[in-house]
């Protein structure tokens, strides 16, 4: 090989490098772009329409520590992923969320009728989902309500 044909050489390869450095940053900036972007999009919850139906319903297990240890099992195997170990809203699953997923530790959602939380839990709505078949026992459903009641 004489002495040009190594300079061209190793100038389409300087060439072929610098292309590829640019295409790189490119995808590494949209990555950190729409990251950024999902972590800002999240909108904040709606509050939830109970109707009197549920809101009157009575809880047959209130504060009964045996029904908050099954809730908490039950809470490990559906709830966590999204909800966090200590119901902050935090799971892996959570920025994923187009709706921002509030801490069952927050007064506003304690405040809430047991009957309202059994209905969020059961019914579901948008990317909650629906417990309904999952959790079909009465007393599973209210030990879900009672262990989350206990992480306040
Ligand atoms: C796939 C993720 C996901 C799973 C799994 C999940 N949730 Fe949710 N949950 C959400 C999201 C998102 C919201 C907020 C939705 C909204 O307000 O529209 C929510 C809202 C709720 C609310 C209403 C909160 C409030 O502020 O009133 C309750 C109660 C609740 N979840 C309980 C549970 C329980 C109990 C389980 C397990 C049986 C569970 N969730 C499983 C995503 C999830």
């Not at 050489?9 to 990251?35: E, F, H, P, Y």
């Not at 109707?51 to 709830?79: I, Q, R």
């Not at 948008?126 to 459903?141: H, I, L, N, S, T």
């Amino acid at each position: 090989m004489d002495e040009n044909r190594v300079i061209n050489l190793k100038k389409r390869i300087m060439k072929n490098v610098s292309v590829l450095l640019k295409g790189l940053s490119v995808v590494i900036c949209l990555i950190a772009l729409s990251s950024f972007v999902s972590a800002q999009d999240q909108k904040a919850a709606a509050a939830w329409k109970i109707s009197a139906e549920f809101t009157a319903k009575k809880n047959p297990a209130k504060g009964d520590a045996a029904s908050v240890n099954v809730g908490k099992n039950l809470y490990a195997k559906h709830c966590k992923s999204c909800h966090g170990g200590a119901g902050l809203g935090d799971g892996p699953k959570a920025s994923s969320m187009k709706t921002k997923i509030s801490s069952f530790k927050d007064a506003k959602f304690q405040a809430q009728v047991d009957g309202a939380i059994y209905y969020e839990i059961v019914k579901g709505r948008d990317e909650m989902p629906a417990f309904d078949k999952k959790v079909a026992e009465e007393d599973d459903r209210w030990a879900l309500v009672n262990f989350v009641r206990s992480l306040k």
